[in-house]
């Protein structure tokens, strides 16, 4: 992304608006994979640019990035009120939901798990799995289903949290979605019988893939 934003980043920029907008949505990726790594300064700085470029070009698809984004960088750092405004533009959305959209609900669930809001995550997502199997949305549908396993995980439902688990770990799927359904599956096998046939150990390779803290 940070090679992306150097090409395009330059007085060429000012004169081509696709040019212009394609720079904002990379200071907009760079922002959200910010918010990933929990570098909630980056992030602004990032998005501060984005948030200018959306205005300048009055891109639609990009503002909507910025405001989303914004959103889960403020939650992140613990400003849970902005979450009603977040469901808000989800809201807002078009009758087909695309990624943009589809990301808000993943993200807000992630993070309504990892921050313990566990009775809004649940119903965020019997709403949200079945609008991502609606549009056709797998990677999304499988990341919100390991959100629904870790959060069964959490209030002691081990049976349900290896269903959602073993769901994402049977089908095709992300690298990113596997992590918390492997750890899941690993903890459960432990706790049980107290051998993890080294599941742990593979959940822990694949988190250190991504560097992304949040995760």
Known sequence: ?????????????????????????????????AVQSSRADIAAEALARARDIAAATGDPNLSVRVRLIGYYCDIL?????????????????????????????????YFDVEQRRLGAAAALLDTSIPLMVEHDLPICRMVQ????????????????????????????SAPLARTWPLLIRGLVALRRSGDDAGIIDDAWRLACRFGELVR
């Open 1 to 33: 992304v940070g090679d992306a934003i150097e090409v395009l980043d330059g007085d060429a920029a000012q004169h081509d608006p696709n040019r212009l907008c394609q720079l904002g949505h990379g200071f907009a990726m760079q922002a959200f994979l």
């Open 77 to 109: 750092v613990g400003n849970d009120g902005v979450r009603d405004q977040l469901l808000s533009v989800l809201a807002s959305g078009p009758r087909h939901i695309d990624e943009t959209y589809s990301g808000g609900y993943t993200n807000l669930t």
């Open 145 to 172: 289903l390991g959100s629904r396993s870790r959060l069964h995980l959490l209030r002691g439902d081990w049976d349900d949290a290896l269903t959602d688990a073993d769901s994402v770990l049977s089908n095709p």
